[in-house]
């Protein structure tokens, strides 16, 4: 897969999770792990950026 596609299929789960937050019947703990789920592909995804973009530390 390349990086474009990497990252459509990382926004489309997380677009996934975000519309799961529409629902009114979800508990207090099932929106706090659906926030908690989103923010963690926020993070996958700034990870996938910065490896196909070649930033951060190189551990050598």
């Known amino acids: 897969m390349n990086y474009q596609e990497v ?3 990382l926004e ?3 677009m996934q999770l ?3 937050m529409q ?3 979800l508990s207090i703990d099932e ?3 659906l926030l908690n789920a989103i923010a963690n ?3 996958i995804i700034e ?3 910065m490896n196909h973009f070649e930033r951060g530390k190189a551990i050598q």
Do not use: F, G
Request: charged share 25%; hydrophobic share 20%.
């Open 7 to 9: 990252k459509s299929q």
């Open 12 to 14: 489309a789960l997380q």
């Open 18 to 20: 975000a519309n799961k």
């Open 23 to 25: 629902n009114p019947n």
């Open 31 to 33: 929106k706090t792990e």
């Open 41 to 43: 592909y926020d993070y």
């Open 47 to 49: 990870l996938t950026c």
